[in-house]
């Protein structure tokens, strides 16, 4: 696989490890040719990183698509889905009822700090053995993250990926106008479907942004759609 060919690099004891350099563009290749099916060269690239993989493990971090497990189940993989988004606003939402319901002077009224909200969330989102998969879809996630989480839910997905797993992310490269969920259609048709807005769009990620969020995986390609998404792979 031709992965980006800038990287820079840095030597820790008894180990080398390499972070990306700058995003490189595959090209408009990943258009939406017709309705809300788009092609997608990031899933194309994905999936060759880990056909050769003994019963590959996925992590989807997406809305549960009957349609991805099957595709995925077809093809022998394992598939295990979190819909993480979710998740993360049905935490915040009964910690801010708990907040609002506690007596005063026990925490009534208080706010609690985001930085703590992110470290509680992750005792039980994402709780997996490390090096449980070779792969993860991020879809993107990312972008709706609050900041505080967003560095400490990088921490736990690349200890949960494989050596030499891969996650595949998505990038808007402008706020989007409404939510969407993704589902496969094949192995390299993603359809893009309106759903009703489950979060506010929290970043615009720039180039370098990206590189930092993923500074511990050590090579990166991107593809740049025509329809405002960047897909982005990552390697550990």
Excluded: C
């Excluded at 700058?22 to 899933?43: K, L, Q, Y």
């Amino acid at each position: 696989m031709n992965w980006m060919a800038k990287t820079r690099s840095s030597n820790a004891v008894n180990t080398v490890s390499s972070r990306p350099g700058a995003i490189s563009s595959a090209g408009n290749s990943a258009a939406t040719p017709a309705g809300n099916f788009r092609v997608s060269n990031g899933m194309k690239e994905f999936l060759s990183q880990i056909n050769d993989e003994k019963s590959p493990r996925i992590l989807d971090l997406g809305q549960v698509s009957q349609a991805t497990l099957t595709f995925f189940i077809e093809k022998g993989f394992k598939v295990t889905t979190e819909d993480s988004l979710r998740s993360w606003k049905e935490f915040l939402t009964a910690e801010e009822e708990g907040l609002r319901l506690a007596p005063v002077g026990n925490n009534g009224g208080q706010k609690i700090s985001q930085s703590y909200l992110a470290e509680k969330f992750l005792e039980t989102g994402l709780r997996y053995p490390d090096e449980s998969f070779h792969g993860v879809l991020a879809w993107d996630l990312l972008d709706y993250f609050d900041s505080e989480l967003l560095p400490r839910a990088m921490e736990r997905l690349y200890s949960l990926l494989r050596p030499s797993g891969v996650v595949l992310a998505m990038f808007h490269s402008r706020t989007a106008e409404r939510f969407h969920r993704y589902r496969i259609v094949d192995t390299q048709t993603i359809e893009v479907l309106p759903a009703p807005t489950l979060a506010v769009h929290a970043h615009v990620f720039q180039n370098r942004e990206i590189l930092d969020l993923f500074g511990k995986f050590r090579s990166s390609k991107t593809f740049v759609g025509r329809d405002q998404l960047r897909e982005a792979l990552f390697l550990k």
